[in-house]
T-cell receptor, first 114, second 118 residues
Framework: ETGVTQSPTHLIKTRGQQVTLRCSSQ?????VSWYQQALGQGPQFIFQ???????GRGNFPPRFSGLQFPNYSSELNVNALELDDSALYLC?????????????FGPGTRLLVL | AQKITQTQPGMFVQEKEAVTLDCTYD???????LFWYKQPSSGEMIFLIY??????QNATEGRYSLNFQKARKSANLVISASQLGDSAMYFC???????????????FGTGTLLAVQP
């Protein structure tokens, strides 16, 4: 069983640029959630995708957007990068059904905005 | 709004001893789920254990057990026989369901940094 993978592992951008982060969900999972984890804090929910549609969104501005593809992989796009966007971005996959719906996380992408 | 509180920023434990990491939660929902994740310095969040609000027995997974006290709204993680590899950040999280039950997102606490000493 293949786990959640993310790419790239590290990224350095400058303020105002745009970035795309990628996530492949675990085999058998149909839901992807994205989280932002600033240094020294717990992860904060950005949004969730299910069946290629945004399924819920946290308190993040519209310049954070995403996609989910038919194979359930996903992208997170951030436009007009700001210094505060520097963080670890975590992707988690799960299988939406009744019950536990445990989210399994990937290794994350560390984004530094200069 | 739902909230997770972890009051221990850091903990030390001797190798082979047991340690308890505290977690309290606040919710008005009757049905909810509680999770513990481990985050080593590499960054990946590793799922450890889950407790459903209707589960009558405390969850256990190997050396991990969850001391669930519903009336006190606490869900403490107990790690038995600590190992050096247990040194990491530990996060307590609660599943919040909204958007008419369509979205299941996790609300995380601020974490506890555990250091296992030889």
């Amino acid at each position: 069983e293949t786990g959640v993978t993310q790419s790239p592992t590290h990224l350095i951008k400058t303020r105002g640029q745009q970035v795309t982060l990628r996530c492949s969900s675990q085999s058998g999972h149909n839901t992807v959630s994205w989280y932002q984890q600033a240094l020294g804090q717990g992860p904060q929910f950005i949004f969730q995708y299910y069946r290629e549609e945004e399924n819920g969104r946290g308190n993040f501005p519209p310049r954070f957007s995403g996609l989910q593809f038919p194979n359930y992989s996903s992208e997170l796009n951030v436009n007009a990068l700001e210094l505060d966007d520097s963080a670890l971005y975590l992707c988690a996959s799960s299988h939406s059904a009744s019950g536990e719906e445990t989210q399994y996380f990937g290794p994350g992408t560390r984004l530094l905005v200069l | 709004a739902q909230k997770i509180t972890q009051t221990q920023p850091g903990m030390f434990v001797q190798e082979k001893e047991a340690v308890t990491l505290d977690c309290t939660y606040d919710t008005s929902d009757q049905s909810y789920g509680l999770f513990w994740y481990k985050q080593p310095s590499s960054g990946e969040m590793i799922f450890l254990i889950y407790q459903g609000s209707y589960d009558e027995q405390n969850a256990t997974e190997g050396r991990y057990s969850l001391n669930f006290q519903k009336a006190r709204k606490s869900a403490n993680l107990v790690i038995s026989a600590s190992q050096l590899g247990d040194s990491a950040m530990y996060f307590c999280a609660m599943r919040e369901t909204d958007y008419g039950g369509a979205t299941n997102k996790l609300i995380f606490g601020t974490g506890t940094l555990l250091a296992v000493q030889p």
